[in-house]
């Protein structure tokens, strides 16, 4: 009997863990994290036979950066995600570093074995090896839908004997029916792009930059074709370059170049020294696109990582650390200043409402009766709310509310858009991560903020998606009020929508 004590204790134990995993305090229950460990960067993003592919950033052995391999987790509407056993693991003291994924749909590297009979095809993933004195693009194999994967014998495929070249996003262009590379050089503030007919030979076709925000390594390049705007059929070509630190925010971030590229080179639309922010919070970093998308849907989705590296390491989450923002609708659309990226929540977010509340044209105070009234309090909450600003200084909604905690969503009447953390929770971990994060925005007569609220975290879509703030908060779990508010004068409500959203973890 004794021998079976320890055995039992760990079952109880084990058992004890699992009927609280995604359950923790600040565990995201309709974004991506892993069931434990650690994560950074989204990478080999690529919808691959009815499932989108995550891999991602991943310590298999720890809940802080390290041993960098790529974690893998799957989904069919970018929501329900299910997690796999790590696709790429460090080996031999290199680690995997971030880089992309692509169908080899007609097996042009001659690496598929794919034994079914009519689909030649296999995954490749691009990624960089790291050790601490060289960075080289490296290529591996899979013939198992991403389960698991085969380093290529001929790697590296592109080495420059740097100690910082890393990133590579690989990209069809179909006018030559080939492959282009970014991939960065971040300390040179450069993007290259190379070319390839097969994935395993490239060949240097051009470089982009300095240009933009050059404050930090530039990292995680990304180069997709666009529809330029809504009914045309002009296209457009977008370039992000995360850089980091010296983001809008400090620390992360993501900017982008809207332009051309015409098979060789990159050509920016606008001034170089002109910086174009994807995102204003403080938590939105390494993002980028996804290689493929199912048959009929032209839509183009972007995943970033949700934090930032000023104390990433430091989060105040267990048994995991790191998680996914949102994933992300691009849309190019015409404004007064040229044509900028505009992002939505992905569509499918609407199969997780639940309850429903709506109303009209409110002042503040009774708007906040009928949310009181009925009930509408929470951390997992999508919210629609249309202002009409009228004389308000500031107006806007107080979420994760409680008697001394609040989040600030804001618009202030000189046309800005803000977050305010500083007193949202949990912030003692990094004395970089209580703040204000505040961007422009253009006001009309009405203003509509689209807001999503996880148990840690807030999602801020305005002005038509032109402006996104994406920021981590750590309340208490007591602390999930929502109100509206106007100061200076008053705003009224003139439609406000709010779903609870249902969890998508077990
Ligand atoms: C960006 C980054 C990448 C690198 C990876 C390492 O967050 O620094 O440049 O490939 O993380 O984990």
New binding site residues.
């Given amino acids: 009997m004794k021998r079976f004590l320890p055995a039992a204790a760990a079952l109880a134990g084990f058992l004890a863990a699992s009927v609280t995993l995604y359950h923790e305090l600040w565990r995201l229950q309709y974004h991506f994290s892993p069931a434990r460990t650690w994560t950074?960067?989204p990478n080999g993003l690529v919808w691959y036979k009815g499932e989108f592919h995550l891999f991602y950033?991943n310590n298999p052995f720890g809940d802080k950066?390290g041993h960098?391999s790529w974690g893998h987790a799957v989904s069919k509407d970018l929501l329900h995600w299910k997690e796999l056993p790590v696709a790429i693991p460090e080996e031999n003291g290199i680690?995997i570093?971030?880089?992309s994924a692509v169908v080899d749909a007609n097996d042009a590297s001659g690496l598929c074995q794919s034994t079914e009979p009519n689909d030649p095809s296999c995954l490749i993933a691009i990624y960089?090896g790291?050790t601490a004195t060289l960075q080289t693009q490296n290529i591996a194999v899979s013939n198992d839908r991403g389960r698991t994967f085969t380093k290529y014998k001929g790697n590296p495929v592109l080495d420059l004997h740097m100690k910082d070249f890393?990133?590579p996003k690989v990209t069809w262009y179909a006018p030559a029916k080939k492959w282009v590379m970014a991939v960065?050089l971040?300390n040179e503030h450069k993007i290259r792009f190379y070319g390839s007919k097969n994935l395993l030979q490239w060949a240097l076709l051009s470089e982009f930059g300095p240009a933009g925000a050059t404050g930090g390594?530039w990292?995680?390049p990304d180069l997709f074709e666009m529809s330029a705007a809504e009914k045309t059929d002009a296209r457009k070509w977008v370039l992000i370059v995360?850089v980091?630190p010296g983001g809008v925010q400090g620390g992360?971030a993501v900017q982008y170049f809207v332009g051309k590229f015409d098979g060789t080179a990159f050509h920016n639309d606008n001034p170089a020294e002109q910086t174009l922010w994807a995102d204003w919070g403080k938590d939105y970093?390494?993002a980028v696109t996804y290689y493929d998308s199912p048959p009929g849907d032209m839509s183009k989705y972007l995943i970033g990582?949700f934090s930032n590296?000023e104390y990433a390491n430091d989060e105040p989450t267990a048994p995991q650390r790191g998680a996914m923002a949102i994933p992300r609708e691009l849309m190019l659309r015409g404004t007064p200043a040229g044509i900028r990226l505009m992002q939505r929540p992905v569509s499918s977010l609407a199969t997780l409402h639940g309850t429903e509340l709506g109303m009209r044209d409110r002042d503040i105070a009774s708007a906040n009766q009928d949310i009181a009234d009925k009930g509408f309090h929470g951390h997992q909450m999508e919210i629609i709310a249309t202002f009409e600003p009228g004389s308000a200084k500031e107006f806007g909604l107080q979420v994760h509310k409680g008697a001394t905690e609040r989040t600030v969503v804001g618009v202030t009447s000189d046309g800005h858009l803000y977050v305010d953390r500083t007193k949202s929770g949990r912030s003692d971990f990094s004395p970089k991560f209580p703040g204000r994060q505040t961007a422009p925005l253009r006001l009309g007569k009405f203003v509509t903020l689209h807001i999503l609220l996880d148990t840690s975290s807030v999602e801020v879509f305005a002005g038509d998606g032109e402006r996104v703030i994406s920021d981590r908060v750590f309340p208490a779990a007591a602390s999930d009020g929502i109100e509206v508010f106007s100061n200076g004068g008053a705003a009224k409500v003139a439609s406000l929508r709010m779903w609870k959203i249902n969890s998508v973890w077990p």
């Fill in positions: 950074n960067d950033q950066w960098m680690m570093f971030s880089g960089t790291h890393r990133d960065s971040p390594q990292e995680c995360n980091n992360s970093y390494a990582w590296w």
